[in-house]
């Protein structure tokens, strides 16, 4: 990270005791650290070193949280269902981490459009949407075609059969027809949490 | 076909003098006859013999109707936008061959629901709902979440990029996690207007 | 579901406590509950707390019927083979659930088209017949061409080898020649079972 | 060709003032030649040259007959719809080319089965089966399924949408439940036609 | 459109008599109309109708700017290649008709990775970036790597055998590991450029 | 099976009990059995009831031979690699089952193409050859190219990377040059095991 | 280009007036030019401005030679078939253009191996070979498995069927179980014919 | 092996005491001996019998030299990441195993591009450079722009979503549009080493 006070680490498959130095320099010099993909084992493990670390099983957010940071603006997060909700606290959280206000608006998906429709206004506000959603993934195209602002879509590998680890949803969302969304991989929420903060403090600043 | 007086044609690749033969065979033991994917070329050739026959430049259906036939019952074609329309003629028209009466709902995509919305009255009183779409193909899953009757999916071509022939809306439609959907081949409006004829029949005797 | 006493769980993949109380909440205010893909582990926490509930290891069906229910019309449920039961098994108990009477007719695939033929008187009185088959997946459009009512045709992953998780079967499904087949999501017979409970309740009203 | 007075000319995409030499340098050394996949102007080229030169405007073969063959033995080419009829007349020409007599069963699909069944008889007495489908494919399944010799599945590229060319076809015949089925490339009547000849031969020698 | 004076068409597919009705209908309710992958001919026909009509050959735009409008901010559009700039001009011109400065950088691509170094002070200075980039694509994710703003990735078609159509810059830019990202569907840039002027607005507010 | 005293199970995700009787019963009205993918646990199984059971690891074939067979004919059985061992044996132990003498010629792939030439003479004596292959399925073409007789083609799903699970080996015999291939299902050793049968059984009647 | 007096440039897709000015260009500042995928439009007016561009049919390489250039060492390279040669000529005449002798060795498939077999002395010779080939593309495969030189694959999109423009011979070539293969994009004969001066230089140096 | 005293094993798959046999086998006729993608047990059950054996957790490669070997020239391996290291060091280890230097430049991925661009001088003094890359798999083609030597660009299955295995890295390098890049199969370490020491050897001679 080039800002000066965070940190970020991708924790899927880096071994234990690579993974605990990191943390621990990191920590040394810079204070914030957000680790994504961690598992409980790795946790465990950096925990035993720098006790201040939390995790959150949910997301699989293992983070540290030195310095104070005080939140602006707002990034509203959507999700089609509650399988959702995993990769929907990964972009919610990095959002959080790097300072931007979160709203949560979860299980809203586009088979009950009504329970989506009475949230428009709360959507709205926001400066930027995360649009999280499986299977047929239609939620972000809905979401763009009701509200002005940009619409960042995280299609996840929700479903089975035909919906072929994701593709499904990744498709559906790069081929909408609505105006003002872009797309980030299959299940990177981290990668939609970056994005939405960058447009939040150019909305903020 | 089985029931007595219709027969349907797939005209296209066949070749002209094959197909006028197939035609005045057709009228001559049976009546009426419903051709699909037939060229103006086609048209011109049949015409030529059988000058009743009635051709739709948009549907591209290829028609004779010597028999009468009372329309009954009710199904909707509803479509996301304005280049789906010739699928859902396709379809339309061959429910009305077959005896149903349709209502044609054009071009109430999900990127603008409102309008699809305003549309849930008319859509509901349908026996058999047909959605047919393209590109991100989100109609279908939105309208089965609408409404509790039967919807047939008819993804479309229309499209470009990574919407890859019509993969993309099928995609769609399949994963839908709405209840009561099932989908029919890419573009086939034929089979669509079909099975819906045959749910309307059921509804209605 | 919007028809008042009845209620469906997908439990693949939801936490177990979480699973206890959404189904505490429904029996509570609706009755009759219909859980899929369902664990056996899931299961037995379910019947801590709500000992009427029902488990069927084959289908993963894990249901609670409080209300009775009578059973009308009839689903015919067709396999291809053995291995394909446990899908036709949630399409059947799916369309009981809801209210249909279902006639199972298994392991009649076209490999010993014999079979099939036998059982065409059966067939032929459902109204709304389910197709349930793997690997080559050609039940589904042989059916078709020997009955007239609508088939809703499942594709399953059972194969291997250039079956790609159910692909095989499922683009088998799609470009079927024959009448009146429409298909939904690979290994969906929850989704088979409601819409052919939708198309026999319109059959039998 | 090893045989001695046979030659095969894949005639698709060669120039055809290359294509006549080949023509008449197997028809010094060789007498009988055969060419597939050629075009109405390559076949007005080599028959200004070697006027003997016979073209099938159907099946595109292009060949010359000097030797006298004895046909022998009995190989069965069907074919799903008329659609089919280039791909199998390919194959058919290309077995007689060899030696082989051909017996033709078109037309008889599985979307209308009694066609099929009513002529098992004549294609039992066959020694080899070369079954070609488009769409769904699934003709070879059902005639494996009902006959005791091999049958080689030739899919087509005749359909449309989800078909991706003829993919489904050819996944369908590869993951046949049926017993003796092997397949080749989709469209490859040549490649058929020469595998049933080299199987006829062995059963009459 | 929801701002009030510019309205959009997808020129492509329609038929040139409704085209030149709708930009008539646009032009008296509206002012401002922008319309995409037009062809020369659908220029012509709108130019009979509304000679103020004009017509970009590189970018397939045809607009019509009755209303002034001041432009503020920044876009930066780059392309990997000299192919690539008509996706690119459809991005840049759609930036332009919503209201936002348009910088253009254009074959800066990563195998010559120089030219785009010396360019970083310039792209730095924007509030978001478009990345357009065919064949491998690398192009936006080196970009997002070298500057903190928001980066849209337009993958193109450009390219041949195993690019398959766009799908390989597509793939390269949805798993960039640079921070900041986000794609649009293949040759979109009318998509990019609208959300560009989306993040530039709140950017500019 | 139709021949009177052989039966084939498929023993792949068959339950244990389930399975135990299918033995029993064939065992008890036919004679000779044979299983193929049987896991040792089945076979403990089913040797507990049927002490004749026969097991072979490699293969995974479980078979009871009660009736003797005289074996006649010869088919070839080869492969590319020792990976591929499994597949060809599931082949070879078919055709013994169905009456074929055998002979294997293992491990002779193209990356080593002098092992292969050394072994024509014995391959050229068969009535059928079997290739098995996995990686990039060279092997069926050259061998194809070699000899005169038909070969059925496996390719086997060994190999990693973009073998995808054998689709590699899989297209690449589909769209072998040589004359005389045709090609079963990836791994399926059973398949063209018994097709080989079928034609080694018309060349020795 | 980097060596100071060659230049290349890819011509597809380029307009004529733009690809005149490029030629010219490089013309007076660096006197050998190499173009590619040009076609007969672009030479001649090319060739109105500098007669001295050469253009040749099969290839279409369209080239400008002011400065000699002495030929050292030596590059192989192969085709399957008669088919691959316009790819081959196109990597032959870049590693002509960049200074390697070339050896052409066409049509020398593996469905024919001993034509293949009879060439190895020569292949061996050279300091590295390009195997070019369509449909299975298993010649790269063969020839890395006799030779011990770096052999660079070139696949080719000729054929037809599941050979899908070309994937299947990519897919083998990536698959081969040989030391010393890797391989380009289809097609891309001017990748090979690059890298193999590259190699060919490090040997003569 | 052809060069007499080294021999090369894929230990992957094969059964512990067949490979112990291999390993004393090509020990006592050879002396050196690489094996690639050996397990711990694998390692265990070798040390065992020849306690020379040498094993390397983090590229699986499990070696013996008892012939010492001097290593000249230079090969330069690359990562984009610290996850391709395994698949880095399987390349690495190769080429030093037949007689390579090796040069290691870890981490250099483009998302970072400066710490690349520090290393060019580095990388321009080998004769060949092997680029090892995970997810987008941009470094091949950002190296081999930046250098006149070969580059042969190894993709890994590091990533996840939409890299679909290592598809998207293998497409983003045979797209690659810098010059000197040839690719081999997805996490093929062995492959690069191997045809890098190839052109080492040809450079050194
Ligand atoms: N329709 C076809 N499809 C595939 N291969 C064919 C076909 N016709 C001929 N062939 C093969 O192509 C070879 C001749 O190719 P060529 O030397 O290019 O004329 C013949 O020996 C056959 O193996
Ligand atoms: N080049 C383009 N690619 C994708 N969508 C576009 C493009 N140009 C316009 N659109 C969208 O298409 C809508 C208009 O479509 P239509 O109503 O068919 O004219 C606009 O509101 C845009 O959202
Ligand atoms: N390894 C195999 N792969 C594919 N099909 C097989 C295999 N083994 C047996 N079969 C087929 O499976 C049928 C038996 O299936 P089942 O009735 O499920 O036991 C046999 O008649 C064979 O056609
Ligand atoms: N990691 C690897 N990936 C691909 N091929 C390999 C690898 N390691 C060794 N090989 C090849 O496998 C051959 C040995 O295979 P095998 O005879 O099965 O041990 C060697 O000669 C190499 O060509
Ligand atoms: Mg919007
Ligand atoms: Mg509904
Ligand atoms: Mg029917
Ligand atoms: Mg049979
Ligand atoms: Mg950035
Ligand atoms: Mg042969
Ligand atoms: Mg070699
Ligand atoms: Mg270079």
Redesign the interface.
């Known amino acids: 990270?080039?800002?000066g006070f965070e940190e970020?680490i991708f924790c899927?498959?880096?071994q234990t005791q690579h993974l605990v130095e990191i943390y621990k320099h990191f920590y040394e010099h810079d204070s914030n650290v957000l680790g994504t993909r961690a598992s409980r084992e790795q946790y465990e493990a950096v925990k035993e070193v720098l006790p201040m670390a939390q995790y959150d099983e949910m997301s699989k957010v293992l983070s540290i949280y030195s310095k104070e940071r005080e939140l602006t603006g707002c990034v509203a997060v959507c999700t089609?269902?509650?399988?959702d909700i995993p990769v929907a606290e990964e972009a919610a959280q990095t959002a959080e981490f790097f300072g931007a206000k979160v709203k949560r608006i979860y299980d809203v998906?586009?088979?009950?459009?009504h329970r989506l429709?009475s949230k428009v206004d709360v959507i709205e506000d926001a400066?930027?949407i995360i649009a999280v959603a499986g299977?047929?993934?239609?939620l972000a195209?809905?979401v763009?075609?009701?509200v002005?602002?940009?619409v960042?879509?995280v299609?996840t590998?929700?479903?089975?059969?035909?919906?072929?680890?994701?593709?499904?949803?990744?498709?559906?969302?790069?081929?909408?027809?609505?105006?003002?969304?872009?797309?980030?991989?299959?299940?990177?929420g981290f990668?939609?949490g970056?994005?939405a903060t960058?447009?939040n403090r150019?909305?903020e600043?």
Chains 1, 2, 3, 4, 5, 6, 7, 8 share one sequence.
């Open positions: 990270a080039r800002s970020v899927q498959g880096k089609g269902g509650t399988s998906g586009v088979a009950g459009i429709l400066n930027c299977m047929e993934g239609a195209g809905v763009a075609g009701l002005d602002k940009p960042i879509a299609p590998s929700v479903g089975y059969g035909a919906n072929f680890g994701g593709l499904s949803a990744l498709l559906t969302m790069l081929n909408s027809c609505a105006e003002g969304i872009a797309v980030v991989n299959i299940d990177n990668g939609a970056y994005m960058q447009i150019l909305a600043r």
